[in-house]
């Protein structure tokens, strides 16, 4: 199967490899795409819309996998290692990497807290964010109900991905 992507037909391992990662762990969502038929997309906007869509039909069961597939905002050092690229390097742009030991103490408590009472980790596109302002996010968030806060993580995914599909696209050409 052949996709077409900015004018350029490419086979279903080359969207994959190209797009496969733009959502965390889950290139499910770029093969769905592929094997409908679809990725013939003369925008990276149009292409987000055909990823989107494929998230919104998934379901909350799958919807939820995604949620988890996404790392803890300011993990251990060791954590760290097993991060994407792409999560490294967003998490370090913004500064996750050099809390304060006091920081460090409260995003984990946080984190574990966030995580026992909705089911996933706190998900937050953190580009051109500041340490302490996802710290007062999780802050705020972690006290939400979970149909919000669900809505809430997934539309940072959404956020996220978009983010590196539009990089991805423009990697491109």
Known sequence: MRAKVADKALTEAAFLRRYGGVYEHSPWIARAVSSRGGGAADSWQELDAQLRAVIDEAGEPRQLELLNAHPQLACAPAAREQLTAA???????????????????????????????????????????ERAAILEALRERVGRARPEEFDEALQQVLMIGRLRLREAWHEQR
């Open 87 to 129: 999560s490294k390097r967003e998490q370090s742009g913004a500064g996750l990497d050099q809390c304060s030991p006091a920081e460090f103490e409260e995003f984990q408590r946080l984190n574990r807290r966030y995580r026992e009472r909705f089911g996933f980790p706190f998900i937050m596109a953190v580009a051109g964010c």
